[in-house]
């Protein structure tokens, strides 16, 4: 590969797609290449950004609820011929009856979707509070990496995967991107802040999967550089595990 070829690899960098010999020459490359280190960190914010989209589906237990409103009332009563030859005043008793039932076949099932449609609205804005904030994160990381200052490294997670840092002296903010093993329930990736060997607690990095990013929690300020350990599910105050992944702080 020369050196011509390593301009294209950029975004395959971004997606931590290249193997481990590839990546670290590119790595290299980037160190001395500032239109590749600004292409990669534009890559990388457009596919956070696209990683954070969500779409929202209606509930399948709505349409379940409406059907069942719909066949526990009987709109009509059942046929008896008796009624029929019957005539005259049996007839418009029966339509009188008919009417009345269908009126109340009508009220149940708006009551039921009443029902359904409060219970949507409350659905429906703790989605918009959680797509409300999934914004802002992705805004927060997107002003990160956009940084004119930017500057990015990566290294190896213990347990599998990688983890890129992206810090910005001028925004005195720092961001991970990562692919890390997907954790259990009860086990979480926290990040910290390495101030001249004392950890500083820096946010939650979530249980980990494909495309996993945060900003860190606080400023930069001094730290030089930083870890991600493995913590019970809302985080430590201080690390209760060895470091998965331990970087220096670009910049």
Known sequence: MN???LHTLTGAYALHALPEPERARFERHLADCAACAREVREFA???????????????????????????AVRQVPPDDPRRAAGGGRGAKWFARRATHLALAACVTVAAGLGGVAAWQHHEAEQARGGAE??????????????????????????????????????????????????????RVYQMWFDDGG??????????GGTGTSAVMSGAVDGARGMGITVE?????????TEPVAALELPG
């Open 3 to 5: 050196a011509a070829d």
């Open 45 to 71: 914010g457009t596919a956070t950004r696209l990683g954070l989209a969500a779409s929202l589906v209606p509930p399948p237990a709505m349409r379940e609820r409406v059907l069942r409103g719909i066949t």
């Open 133 to 186: 904030r999934v914004q802002r994160q992705a805004r927060a990381l997107a002003r990160v990496l956009a940084a004119p200052d930017a500057t990015m490294t990566s290294g190896r997670i213990e347990d599998g995967g990688v983890a890129t840092v992206v810090a910005s002296r001028s925004q005195d903010r720092a961001a991970v991107i990562a692919d890390a093993r997907r954790l259990p329930a009860d």
């Open 198 to 207: 004392v950890m500083r607690p820096a946010g939650l990095l979530g249980r």
């Open 232 to 240: 019970p599910a809302g985080g430590s105050p201080r690390p209760t």
